[in-house]
């Protein structure tokens, strides 16, 4: 059984489409989600208030949105009339051949900050890229698809690194060294937090002293580090609870709990709820 628990994947190697819409989001707007695939999305109208990971974000006409594995996400408000142009890859077209080395760049890149905006003529440019790919993904048949798969991936993760390192460029304020110890503290809970929830054994991993990281983290976000981790963990709790058929007991083994009376009393401290009452009426 897949312990990871994404709730949201693909049914092939790569899609390309214009089809989300308010009732298709509007399923996310009650609990968190997380991805087993990678979407990158391309806003021409409407807007989406929504939170990924520890971020909340805003997106709205010419901004382009990069959801990684694992991401996990969460609609709040949709306004308008949606126009979104998506490409999308399957989790079991990125785990193959170890694809992971290719997005590297691309996970650095958008870590903390999923959302750019672009220019008006940079997203007419994004568009006709879309266009093309979803005008490939309908014409062209099973085999055609598979065979070019790799090359959109790893032209498409280049843009990517490349949209990203340009705005950066152009961005007037460097990142400080506390938000870039914020970075990369996010990042390891990110990877870490079903197993190991111990500030102290991020700041060693971090080589800081675990008052230093928790006071850069406290000034720089306005929350504790015990706060981030918990977050994380109740995030994925509340999804596996909404959007699995799974026991508690599964789910407290796969955020790996020492028992599920501890999970219970640790979720109902952060919701204020139990799981079995989030589960039903949350």
Same mark, same amino acid.
């Given at each position: 059984?897949?312990?990871?628990?994404?709730?949201?994947?693909?049914?092939?190697?790569?899609?390309?489409?214009?089809?989300?819409?308010?009732?298709?989001?509007?399923?996310?707007?009650?609990?968190?989600?997380?991805?087993?695939?990678?979407?990158?999305?391309?806003?021409?109208?409407?807007?989406?208030?929504?939170?990924?990971?520890?971020?909340?974000?805003?997106?709205?006409?010419?901004?382009?949105?990069?959801?990684?594995?694992?991401?996990?996400?969460?609609?709040?408000?949709?306004?308008?009339?949606?126009?979104?142009?998506?490409?999308?890859?399957?989790? $079991?077209?990125?785990?193959?051949?170890?694809?992971? $080395?290719?997005?590297?760049?691309?996970?650095?890149?958008?870590?903390? %900050?999923?959302?750019?905006?672009?220019?008006?003529?940079?997203?007419?440019?994004?568009?006709?890229?879309?266009?093309?790919?979803?005008? #490939?993904?309908?014409?062209?048949?099973?085999?055609?698809?598979?065979?070019?798969?790799?090359?959109?991936?790893?032209?498409?993760?280049?843009?990517?690194?490349?949209?990203?390192?340009?705005?950066?460029?152009?961005?007037? #304020?460097?990142?400080?060294?506390?938000?870039?110890?914020? $970075?990369?503290?996010?990042?390891?809970?990110?990877?870490?937090?079903?197993?190991? %929830?111990?500030?102290?054994?991020?700041?060693?991993?971090?080589?800081?002293?675990?008052?230093?990281?928790?006071? #850069?983290?406290?000034?720089?976000?306005?929350?504790?580090?015990?706060?981030?981790?918990?977050?994380? !963990?109740?995030?994925?709790?509340?999804?596996?609870?909404?959007?699995?058929?799974?026991?508690?007991?599964?789910?407290?083994?796969?955020?790996?709990?020492?028992?599920?009376?501890?999970?219970?009393?640790?979720?109902?401290?952060? !919701?204020?709820?139990?799981?079995?009452?989030?589960?039903?009426?949350?």
């Amino acid at each position: 059984m897949d312990k990871e628990l994404p709730k949201f994947d693909l049914p092939e190697d790569w899609l390309a489409g214009t089809d989300i819409s308010k009732e298709l989001l509007g399923l996310y707007k009650n609990y968190p989600v997380r991805l087993k695939c990678e979407i990158i999305a391309l806003c021409m109208d409407g807007e989406i208030d929504a939170s990924v990971n520890l971020n909340r974000i805003t997106v709205r006409k010419n901004d382009i949105i990069t959801l990684m594995p694992g991401s996990i996400f969460q609609i709040n408000e949709l306004n308008g009339e949606l126009k979104i142009f998506f490409l999308g890859f399957s989790s $079991k077209y990125v785990e193959r051949n170890d694809k992971a $080395k290719t997005m590297l760049d691309a996970i650095y890149s958008t870590l903390g %900050r999923p959302k750019i905006s672009l220019s008006d003529k940079g997203a007419e440019i994004i568009e006709k890229y879309y266009r093309l790919l979803i005008d #490939v993904y309908e014409l062209s048949d099973e085999k055609i698809k598979s065979e070019i798969a790799d090359n959109i991936f790893t032209d498409t993760h280049k843009g990517i690194s490349l949209l990203y390192k340009k705005k950066s460029a152009n961005e007037s #304020v460097a990142s400080s060294k506390s938000e870039q110890l914020c $970075k990369a503290f996010t990042q390891m809970v990110m990877q870490h937090y079903n197993d190991n %929830r111990n500030v102290t054994w991020y700041a060693e991993k971090l080589g800081i002293s675990h008052a230093h990281l928790c006071s #850069v983290v406290k000034q720089a976000t306005g929350k504790t580090c015990a706060d981030i981790i918990s977050s994380m !963990v109740i995030m994925d709790a509340k999804s596996q609870l909404k959007s699995t058929q799974l026991s508690i007991q599964a789910i407290s083994e796969s955020l790996n709990f020492a028992n599920m009376s501890f999970f219970g009393k640790y979720f109902k401290r952060h !919701v204020g709820m139990s799981p079995l009452e989030y589960r039903n009426n949350g």
